[in-house]
């Protein structure tokens, strides 16, 4: 079984961390490279399928779009 999962990749000084969005569980990768973080992204997803089921991942209901936005938060 396969499925597309729509992922977060941030880049860092040090490097690229990615994670699935809208799925329950945690799962993150990282890599040196953005290519290198999709595919580590893709082997931590299989492995934790693999080890728990895609019922310990699958979300109620999948992000069909996804945004990056900012907001300015007031100290109180």
């Known amino acids: 079984m396969s499925r597309t999962l729509k992922v977060i990749v941030e880049k860092h000084a040090d490097g690229y961390v990615a994670y699935p969005v809208g799925l329950k569980g945690v799962v993150v990768a990282q890599g040196d490279s953005f290519d290198e973080a999709l595919e580590a992204i893709a082997s931590a997803v299989r492995f934790h399928v693999e080890t728990?089921?895609?019922?310990?991942?699958?979300?109620?209901?999948?992000?069909?779009?996804?945004?990056?936005?900012?907001?300015?938060?007031?100290?109180?």
Do not use: I, N, R, S
């Open 52 to 76: 728990f089921g895609w019922d310990e991942l699958e979300a109620d209901e999948m992000a069909t779009e996804l945004f990056v936005a900012e907001t300015v938060v007031l100290a109180g």
